[in-house]
């Protein structure tokens, strides 16, 4: 009863890699007339389109309070050696 359900689970995942592939393999057919806005765009619409794709600074946030916390605490515990 185990090898069967193994089997069978075999079996699914390879058939959703099949799938998986087609549709991956159709993508740039599907995709040749859609017109490329590095080409196209005016230096306007590239900037903007620019500005859509890339993230924002927040991630940056959590790290830089991080080290200056690290700072604070080297400063608190004169560790010097630390906080350079």
Same mark, same amino acid.
């Given at each position: 009863?185990?090898?069967?359900?193994?089997?069978?689970?075999?079996?699914?995942?390879?058939? #959703?890699?099949?799938? *998986?592939?087609?549709?991956?393999?159709?993508? /740039? =057919?599907? @995709?040749?007339?859609?017109?490329?806005?590095?080409?196209?765009?005016?230096?306007?619409?590239?900037?903007?389109? #620019?500005?859509?794709? *890339?993230?924002?600074?927040?991630?940056?946030? /959590? =790290?830089? @309070?991080?080290?200056?916390?690290?700072?604070?605490?080297?400063?608190?515990?004169?560790?010097?050696?630390?906080?350079?």
């Amino acid at each position: 009863m185990k090898i069967k359900k193994l089997l069978c689970l075999i079996l699914s995942g390879l058939a #959703l890699c099949a799938g *998986t592939i087609t549709l991956a393999s159709n993508y /740039p =057919e599907s @995709a040749k007339d859609i017109p490329d806005w590095r080409k196209t765009g005016t230096a306007k619409e590239q900037l903007q389109s #620019l500005v859509n794709i *890339t993230p924002g600074t927040h991630h940056w946030m /959590p =790290e830089i @309070a991080y080290r200056y916390q690290s700072l604070s605490w080297a400063a608190q515990h004169s560790r010097r050696e630390f906080a350079e």
